[in-house]
């Protein structure tokens, strides 16, 4: 059983240009989360997403960031205009079942690290 | 916003002595999950728990969901070097489906 796959795993961009971060959840899996990690802190969420549907995007900047999970593909987190402080480790997680279920748990990727030069 | 304390931020031990971290919320969670971070990887789960006051066990670790649903702490046992990482909690609030994450507790082991 494959993991959650996330790529590229380093990404380095200049200022003003686009980051696109890909995320295959786990085979079975259609719930996927993005979070954003900063040095030395916890994770933070950004998005959950189902096939197709933006379900909770609270944690997400209202400009420059979107986020995607087509029918067919990855799910896919845009970065439009990046800038210095876009600067993170950013962390998708999949679970095979919608949140308050009673065993719910959340399995990560390896990250994409994104450095804004 | 929902929040969780964890502590200690830091902990220095040798080789072969038990460790504990805990987590505490003002907030009321339904799940605890507890995750060992490597430095370049992801979070893995270590151990999930369900129910208020439940203990469950993996190995050297052993974890339990408070009895308030506010706390949750993790042992590990007889330390060795490869449980160095930075070890998170994360809570589930019910059909809110994110987690809520500590701050982490940055483990070292001396051999």
């Known amino acids: 059983n494959a993991g959650v796959m996330q790529n590229p795993r380093h990404l380095v961009r200049r200022r003003g240009q686009e980051a696109r971060l890909r995320c295959s959840p786990m085979k079975g899996h259609s719930h996927v989360y993005w979070y954003r990690q900063l040095p030395e802190e916890g994770l933070k969420f950004m998005v959950y997403l189902q096939k197709e549907n933006i379900i909770d995007e609270s944690g997400m900047p209202k400009e420059r960031f979107s986020a995607e999970f087509p029918k067919e593909g990855p799910s896919i987190l845009r970065i439009q205009q990046v800038v210095r402080g876009d600067s993170a480790a950013y962390f998708c997680?999949?679970?095979?079942?919608?949140?308050?279920?009673?065993?719910?748990?959340?399995?990560f990727g390896p990250g994409t690290r994104l450095t804004v030069l | 916003g929902q929040q969780l304390n964890q502590s200690p931020q830091s902990m220095f031990i040798q080789e072969g002595e038990d460790v504990s971290m805990n987590c505490t919320s003002s907030?009321?969670?339904?799940?605890w999950l507890w995750y060992k971070q490597d430095p370049g990887e992801g979070p893995v789960l270590l151990i999930a728990?369900?129910?208020?006051?439940e203990l469950t066990s993996n190995g050297r670790l052993t974890a339990q969901f408070g009895i308030t649903r506010k706390d949750s702490f993790l042992n590990i046992s007889a330390s060795i070097p490869s449980d160095v990482g930075i070890y998170f909690c994360a809570g589930l609030g019910g059909s809110q489906g994110n987690l809520i994450f500590g701050k982490g507790t940055k483990l070292s082991v001396k051999p």
């Open positions: 907030s009321i969670f339904n799940t």
């Open positions: 728990l369900y129910k208020a006051g």
């Open positions: 997680a999949s679970s095979p079942t919608p949140p308050g279920q009673q065993t719910d748990t959340q399995y």
